[in-house]
């Protein structure tokens, strides 16, 4: 596949700063329509004071769903929301097809090394051929453009 196929960094940049815009409000909203104005009086408390109960659904709303998400997107749409506005897929780098689960975990985990090296994993993206980061390597995926990715499916057909 030509260079031009794939996503490359600004692409995903955008991408990503659409799905923080996207996921901020929600993440925000989410536990005021779990547990109502109790919510907001709760977080007001001193951090000693506050209930274990609350602390719990909040660290899940905050810290487990974001991560279950991205996984089941990837998965099932091939995207988050922002990489499907830019017009971009995440597909296995072999046969350009859907990312297992096992992939999408690997490369949601891979994001902890792309970031760790001062970010070095995600800058890797401006000079890697087939534009991949450390995560994509490690998960064996690639994040193409959408046309491209309809043609991957085209070819696959054919070739069954």
Do not use: N
Not at 106 to 114: D, F, K, N, P, T
């Amino acid at each position: 596949m030509p260079a031009q196929g794939y996503a490359g960094f600004g692409r995903r940049l955008a991408a990503v700063l659409l799905d923080a815009l996207i996921w901020t409000p929600v993440s925000l909203l989410l536990p005021y329509a779990v547990y109502g104005g109790d919510y907001l009086r709760w977080l007001a408390q001193p951090i000693g004071d506050r209930e274990a109960f609350y602390g719990a659904w909040d660290l899940f709303i905050s810290q487990g769903l974001p991560p279950i998400l991205v996984v089941a997107l990837w998965r099932l749409l091939t995207g988050t929301p922002g990489k499907l506005l830019m017009g971009c897929q995440v597909v296995d780098a072999r046969s350009g097809r859907h990312v297992s689960v096992g992939q999408a975990i690997a490369r949601y985990l891979g994001y902890l090394v792309s970031a760790l090296p001062l970010g070095l994993g995600f800058l890797w993206i401006l000079w890697d051929r087939r534009r991949q980061g450390f995560h994509d390597k490690l998960a064996r995926t690639l994040v193409i453009r959408e046309q491209e990715a309809a043609d991957m499916h085209e070819i696959a057909r054919a070739v069954q």
